[in-house]
């Protein structure tokens, strides 16, 4: 329907991007293809196919789908489309562009000029395997045009950039490349790889790095990506990838995955798996806040604020040194579990893994951070848990008039049981 809608108007449509990889790739392992996300560009046989064009072919396709969600992002003339659990699409999203080129206006009805706006917009583009178009519309609809051989590099399994700059415009490509990479089992080219290290050896990390109020877009999809990956089954691949590459510096310029983090996110693993099997919390948030915590106490706040992170992120990564200290100080003078109790019950999971994480690698030989892991673990897993004999009910039925008191005794039941003085 929408090349009809396209065709109409006289208008070529193209499936482009990720879609057309996946197909491309479907179509060899012959495995199963779940695409959730399609690229559509709208690019005109003369003038009238305008910027607007991508605007103007979702709306008509909302004519014809009215449980269509249609947003317009005015800025680069592009529209969406959404179903949202739909009986008939599940779930769809459907970007709607205007091919893009540097040349307008270019001459009227001449294929050449199509062929190489289309072009064009594809060349923008990542990777040339994320640069081929499907032709949606006839005459030769379903011809594949692939300028740049992704083809070639789809079945070579690699991953090669469009232009030597690419990284240099913009570093969240790197993250990119990388995900692919290791999602699809291939490997960076190794010109890629070069310029991926020249564009970190010329310090592209400063932008990603910069306060956010200066380059928000970038730090928006760079935190994007991060989500992409640490959300993946294949995140730790990637991460290992990303630190060979030196690209964790987009993170932060002192970022590195060395044994004490790599050996921390392990611990985080088993935390997660064992305490959150309902998965309350956000676990790639986790793994990402896991890496800052990794950075010098000063950078932590920033680096979180200016990745987005939601505000009790934030505030876990400002306060961690401080907590820390608290309760490394606090635990040898805990003689009895309820005290261990009373001190970490003010913390919340996540804050009570990342204080568990931060305590030195060097457990065999600093007795103080072990006891600490030890300490916190056995709360988690046994003393969290345990509830006073006797409740408020109870408390009603022997007699006791409801008050404030009702805490007070229940606490010390708490701690009796806690202390194996009852129980
Ligand atoms: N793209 C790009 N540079 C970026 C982001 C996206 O060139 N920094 C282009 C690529 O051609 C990509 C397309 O925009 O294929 C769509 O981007 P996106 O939906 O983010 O990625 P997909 O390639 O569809 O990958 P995924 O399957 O992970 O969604």
Known sequence: KASLAAQKRGWHLYLVGGAVRDLLLADKAAGNLMIKDIDLVVDGFHKSADVGAGVELAKALQQIYPAARLEIHGAFQTAALLWHKDPEFDSLWVDIATARTEFYPYPAANPEVEASSIRQDLYRRDFTINAMALRLTSPRAGELLDFFGGLLDLQAKQIRV?????????????????????????????????????????????????????????????????????EALYWKSALQLLDDLGALQCIHPTLKLDRELLWQLRLLERCLQRFDQQQTLVHWQIRLEALIAHLAPEYRAKVA????????????????????????????NCQRPSQVVQLLRQFNLPMLILIAMHSPLCLTTNGCASTLRRQIWHYLTIWANVQPILNGNDLKKLGYKPGPQYRQILDDLLTATLDGLIG
């Open 305 to 332: 604020q200016n990745l987005q992170l939601p505000e009790d992120s934030i505030a876990r990564l400002k306060n961690l040194a401080q907590s820390f200290s608290q309760v490394i100080e606090s635990l040898p």
């Open 162 to 230: 469009l232009h030597a700059n690419s990284f240099i415009e913009d570093p969240t490509r790197i993250y990119r490349g990388v995900r692919f990479a290791v999602r699809f089992g291939f490997e960076i080219e190794p010109q890629t790889k070069e310029y991926i290290r020249y564009a970190i050896n010329s310090g592209v990390y400063d932008r990603t790095t910069q306060e956010n109020s200066r380059t928000p877009a970038l730090q928006t999809r760079l935190k994007a990506e991060l989500k992409h990956i640490l």
